[in-house]
C-alpha cells in the first residue's frame, strides 16, 4: 500500500521559512517523479514544484520560483519544499505527490499517488 505523509506545516510570518517533508512507503521511491501541490481556500489544486526521479533540472511554479527549493533524498524516501521569503498568497494546503511516467509534470491529474496534506498558513 502506497502511503505519502506529509509534515512540516505550520503557522509563519510574512517573509519566514519552512520546511515540507513528505515521506514515502509502499512505492519505489527512485523511479517516480515527486511533486508539491498547493490548494489555498476557494481554489483549485495547483502546481509548485515537482522533480525528477533523477533530481536534475526541477520544476517550478512562475510564484513561486527563487524561494522555494525541491529536494529529494532516495535513501530516506523523502521528498522536501524548502520554503523562503513566505508570503500571504502562500497560504495554503501542501499535497505532495508521485508519478511514475518519464516526463515531468506539473499536471494535477498526471500524478497517481497524493498524501493527506498538511496547513501552511502565512500571517502576521
Known amino acids: 500500500q502506497v502511503q505519502l505523509v506529509e509534515s512540516g506545516g505550520g503557522l509563519v510570518q510574512p517573509g519566514g521559512s519552512l520546511r515540507l517533508s513528505c515521506a514515502a512507503s509502499?512505492?519505489?521511491?527512485?523511479?517516480?517523479?515527486m511533486g508539491w501541490f498547493r490548494r489555498a481556500p476557494g481554489k483549485e489544486r495547483e502546481f509548485v514544484a515537482a522533480t525528477s526521479r533523477s533530481g536534475y533540472s526541477p520544476a517550478y511554479a512562475g510564484s513561486v520560483k527563487g524561494r522555494f527549493t525541491i529536494s529529494g533524498d532516495n535513501a530516506k524516501k523523502t521528498v522536501y519544499l524548502q520554503m523562503n521569503g513566505l508570503k500571504v498568497e502562500d497560504t495554503a494546503v501542501y499535497f505532495c505527490?508521485?508519478?511514475?511516467?518519464?516526463?515531468?509534470?506539473?499536471?494535477?491529474?498526471?500524478?497517481?499517488?497524493w498524501g493527506q496534506g498538511t496547513q501552511v498558513t502565512v500571517s502576521s
Open positions: 509502499g512505492l519505489t521511491f527512485s523511479t517516480y517523479n
Open positions: 505527490a508521485a508519478d511514475r511516467d518519464w516526463v515531468l509534470s506539473r499536471t494535477v491529474s498526471d500524478y497517481e499517488y
